[in-house]
């Protein structure tokens, strides 16, 4: 099956019982027993329930992988991967990421004995250095939120095989329509699939999805003991947004470059961070592991002039200024005192997200209306 059909189809069959070809929202939290174990492969909603199974295979299938979770937040899904590990591991992680996985790792899990290096991985061998015998998660977010780095999946796995090291890819940016980490030697792939596989600002959830049945269970296991799992009716909303992943993506794509190569031009930028400009340092990663460049852009203004970014996002009126993104309507954003004001300032600089830095989740609106309303809320 092809990814365009596996959005649709993919790990679904229709409902048993009446033939419904949605899957039901089973909004139960338990399942009748005949005699004690006597169920039909439900006991208890935080184990399974059949709504979220359904997701789950949806997951799995457009990830080519072989098991999907589902749990009720991104970050639920990244602390499940963290409880993989033992006191004393290490991890490598990407310097530039969403600032609440960087609270996650710092503030939560280095308090358990966890040390995280937080590096460069745009060249691989940079990775290598850091591989010791405690070395357990190389922790790979592509492209990074929100400076938009490329790093190479397959040289990251090379590094992850060679050291009999995990690798976890965050896929959240490009989605599996761009990008399948799976296949280019990840162990997990991860989403926040509150963006762009939900694709429509209604939802929070989490997605891992992984092909080794060992490692699978241990999540499975993780999964249901810590109980971060998403309910029925998010499952539901999840596999219908997934439904037209492919098209809102391919036009999410049209869009982001036409806004990039706006910006690009226009004489109040300074800096447009977009991978599909043949000038972005990683354009060639981006071109030999994404199948398009997607829809996420950051730019910073001339002069890195705090007060007129903080105007132009105010200003905007079709890009609404709000955290999160992935959704079909356009946002903005600014990092520094939003989504990554968990980073501290010296750390945050040193990774490009400087006080100027705005980030745009171009949406699936008329290209028309989201130029001009950029070059009004510029202009002003
Ligand atoms: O918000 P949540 O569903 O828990 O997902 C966390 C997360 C993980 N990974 C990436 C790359 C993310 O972008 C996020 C969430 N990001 C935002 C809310 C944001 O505006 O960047």
């Not at 989403?191 to 080794?212: E, N, P, R």
């Not at 982001?256 to 447009?272: D, T």
Request: charged share 20%.
């Amino acid at each position: 099956m092809k990814f365009n059909t596996k959005t649709i189809h993919g790990g679904q069959e229709p409902d048993k019982a009446y033939g419904a070809v949605m899957p039901p929202i089973y909004q139960t939290s338990t399942y009748a027993q005949t005699t004690p174990g006597g169920h039909k492969g439900y006991e208890y909603s935080r184990t399974h329930n059949p709504t979220r199974t359904a997701l789950e295979k949806s997951f799995a299938s457009i990830e080519n992988g072989n098991y999907g979770l589902a749990f009720g937040s991104g970050l639920a899904a990244i602390d499940a991967i963290m409880k993989l590990l033992q006191p004393g591991d290490e991890v490598i992680s990407t310097s530039d990421l969403y600032g609440g996985t960087y609270r996650l790792f710092t503030k939560i899990f280095e308090g358990f004995g966890i040390k995280f290096h937080f590096i460069g991985m745009q060249n691989a061998a940079n990775i290598e250095s850091y591989v010791n015998e405690n070395t357990k998660l190389i922790w790979v977010e592509t492209p990074t939120n929100p400076m938009m780095n490329i790093i190479d999946i397959e040289a990251s796995s090379a590094v992850a095989k060679k050291h009999n090291i995990m690798l976890a890819v965050d896929n959240t940016f490009a989605t599996p329509y761009l990008q399948r980490p799976l296949d280019l030697g990840a162990d997990i792939v991860m989403h926040s699939a509150t963006k762009y596989i939900g694709g429509h600002s209604d939802l929070v959830m989490g997605a891992l999805v992984v092909k080794d049945k060992k490692l699978a269970d241990k999540l499975y296991f993780i999964q249901n003991a810590s109980g971060a799992i998403c309910g029925p009716m998010d499952s539901f909303l999840a596999l219908r947004g997934i439904k037209t992943l492919h098209v809102r993506m391919q036009r999410h794509c049209e869009n982001g470059k036409a806004v990039a190569e706006y910006l690009a031009q226009h004489p109040a930028v300074e800096n447009v961070y977009w991978p599909g400009f043949e000038s972005h340092p990683n354009h060639e990663i981006a071109k030999k592991q994404m199948d398009d460049f997607g829809g996420m852009i950051s730019f910073t203004t001339k002069g890195n002039d705090y007060e007129k970014s903080i105007k132009i996002v105010e200003n905007l009126k079709v890009f609404v200024l709000a955290e999160s993104l992935g959704g079909v309507e356009s946002l903005a954003g600014h990092p520094a005192s939003m989504t990554h004001a968990s980073i501290p300032k010296s750390a945050r600089e040193k990774t490009g997200v400087v006080d100027s830095l705005i980030r745009l989740s171009v949406g699936i609106e008329d290209i028309d209306d989201l130029i001009a309303d950029l070059a009004q809320a510029i202009a002003t």
